[in-house]
């Protein structure tokens, strides 16, 4: 589907992915403009265009593409050791702060393509649901579920830290405020201990 755009040389296809997160995460799918996401890139709107059919072609591939990329960052068999669901979280963080360097934009991305996901109405939206309730299989499958207390499911803990994740978003965008990866990360850190307390049984705090 994406032939064209994957025959460029791989510094040209990182600067049309840059841009496409850039503006996909400080905007949102709806509101990024196509034209400002070519200019940045160095190209014609035709062109980008030409590689990828459309608006929702164009973000469903960087979707794909940062999910591609996020597994296979992950060290399996350092991955598969940990089985604390918290340790694992921080193991993501770890994982987005090494590709930071190469896709800066990444993590708001990521973060904003969740968001968008929850209004939106297309094929990509339902492609990122389904990742997003896949996600939780596919990356805490080792975790010990004996840490946390009996009435508490861990699923819904996940889903309740992404819906604080989105809340995140929406107050930086109400103020104009940019959004700080190293921040969030702080912020996500308090977070963490408070589920940590309300989850877990006792004797594993």
């Known amino acids: 589907m994406y032939e064209k755009f994957l025959e460029l040389p791989e510094e040209k296809q990182d600067k049309i992915r840059n841009a496409g997160?850039?503006?996909?995460?400080?905007?949102?799918?709806?509101?990024?403009?196509?034209q400002d996401i070519a200019d940045k890139a160095g190209i014609s709107k035709g062109l980008l265009f030409y590689y990828f059919k459309n608006k929702e072609s164009f973000y469903r591939y960087l979707c794909e593409f940062c999910e591609t990329i996020m597994r296979k960052s992950?060290?399996?068999?350092?991955?598969?050791?940990?089985h604390d669901f918290f340790e694992l979280f921080?193991?993501?963080v770890k994982v987005k702060l090494e590709l930071i360097s190469q896709y800066?934009?990444?993590?708001e991305f990521s973060l904003t393509m969740f968001l968008s996901s929850q209004k939106e109405d297309t094929a990509s939206s339902q492609f990122v649901n389904e990742m997003m309730d896949t996600s939780f299989e596919v990356y805490?499958?080792?975790?010990?579920?004996?840490?946390?207390?009996?009435?508490?499911?861990?699923?819904?803990?996940y889903r309740m830290m992404l819906w604080m994740s989105e809340g995140y978003i929406l107050e930086k965008q109400r103020t104009g405020s940019s959004l700080s990866f190293e921040e969030m990360v702080e912020d996500f850190n308090v977070w963490k201990e408070m589920f940590k307390k309300i989850s877990y049984r006792e004797e594993y705090l």
């Open 74 to 82: 992950i060290c399996y068999e350092e991955f598969s050791n940990i």
């Open 21 to 34: 997160m850039e503006y996909f995460g400080k905007y949102g799918y709806k509101k990024a403009n196509t």
């Open 140 to 157: 805490f499958k080792h975790m010990d579920v004996s840490l946390f207390k009996e009435e508490i499911d861990p699923k819904q803990i």
């Open 104 to 107: 800066p934009h990444i993590y």
């Open 90 to 92: 921080d193991y993501g």
